[in-house]
């Protein structure tokens, strides 16, 4: 207590010119972190938050979280979640072509009841070869068209 009070005592006792310059000087050396701007495609769909919400033409569910998808457009990697666990990969895509290609894997966190949709959504992923946005909705689709994912911008 008699120490606190010893070091209280020195500081409030310690002349203001000192304190000003040793202020001045922090202030001088302080950086700024820099911004950092989240890259947007122009496409509408790379660099988006997906919250997908149906998979197979089943409802997604909540478990840990809601399943997400996101492409990558700067380095071409798929991140997201399954529900349970973080859904990682590349991809290639083709604007113009309205080509998408998914090599996808999840983690092995185990949630009661998550694995059906886990294992239907990283199925549906790695069988994606084409996409349509309609609006905010993004369709993820297979070689014949038949919709396998269907997400909406978060």
Request: aromatic letters at 6%; proline letters at 3%.
């Amino acid at each position: 207590m008699v120490t606190i009070s010893l070091v209280l005592a020195a500081c409030q006792s310690a002349p203001e010119q000192s304190t000003k310059k040793v202020q001045t000087k922090r202030t001088a050396h302080q950086t700024q972190a820099p911004v950092v701007k989240k890259r947007v495609s122009p496409d509408g769909i790379q660099d988006i938050d997906w919250q997908i919400t149906q998979i197979s033409g089943h409802k997604a569910k909540f478990f840990n979280q809601w399943p997400t998808l996101s492409l990558n457009s700067a380095v071409k990697t798929v991140s997201g979640h399954t529900g349970c666990n973080a859904v990682f990969g590349r991809y290639t895509f083709n604007f113009s072509q309205q080509k998408l290609d998914m090599q996808v894997n999840a983690g092995h966190t185990s949630c009661d009841g998550a694995l059906a949709q886990e294992a239907e959504l990283v199925d549906a992923l790695q069988r994606i070869q084409r996409f349509q946005l309609v609006g905010n909705t993004l369709y993820l689709l297979d070689q014949s068209g038949q919709r396998l994912i269907q997400a909406q911008k978060k």
